[in-house]
């Protein structure tokens, strides 16, 4: 069985484009990252404002206003935790990629320190 030539290297500018890619989807993880936890900080200053004014009303008779407002706490969390989430799990596969564009190029060695 004939063996197989081995791949010619990547040139190395493409590497260098590949990690400036890569860079910069990065930042963009690390911004929608951000961006969940500024939406998880939102329910959570909404309510200790309500607990903090609590003793100027009753909670039985403002029940139809608290009961959608927690509704939409709710959904608030939801929608920063699943974003973080997402962001992490992209981000450590964006980091997998990065470190392996790396380890290719004797050039781009010290990127990551």
């Given at each position: 069985?004939?063996?197989?030539?081995?791949?010619?290297?990547?040139?190395?500018?493409?590497?260098?484009?590949?990690?400036?890619?890569?860079?910069?989807?990065?930042?963009?993880?690390?911004?929608?990252?951000?961006?969940?936890?500024?939406?998880?900080?939102?329910?959570?200053?909404?309510?200790?404002?309500?607990?903090?004014?609590?003793?100027?009303?009753?909670?039985?008779?403002?029940?139809?206003?608290?009961?959608?407002?927690?509704?939409?706490?709710?959904?608030?969390?939801?929608?920063?935790?699943?974003?973080?989430?997402?962001?992490?799990?992209h981000l450590r596969r964006t980091?997998?990629?990065l470190r392996k564009v790396t380890?290719?190029?004797?050039?781009?060695?010290?990127?990551?320190?």
């Amino acid at each position: 069985m004939p063996e197989t030539p081995p791949a010619p290297p990547e040139p190395e500018g493409i590497l260098i484009n590949e990690a400036q890619f890569l860079l910069a989807q990065k930042r963009t993880q690390l911004a929608a990252v951000r961006t969940g936890l500024a939406v998880l900080a939102v329910p959570m200053g909404i309510i200790s404002l309500l607990i903090v004014t609590s003793r100027l009303y009753h909670f039985w008779d403002n029940l139809g206003y608290l009961v959608p407002l927690f509704v939409v706490c709710l959904g608030l969390i939801g929608l920063g935790v699943s974003l973080i989430i997402r962001s992490l799990t992209h981000l450590r596969r964006t980091e997998h990629s990065l470190r392996k564009v790396t380890s290719t190029s004797p050039h781009l060695w010290n990127l990551e320190d």
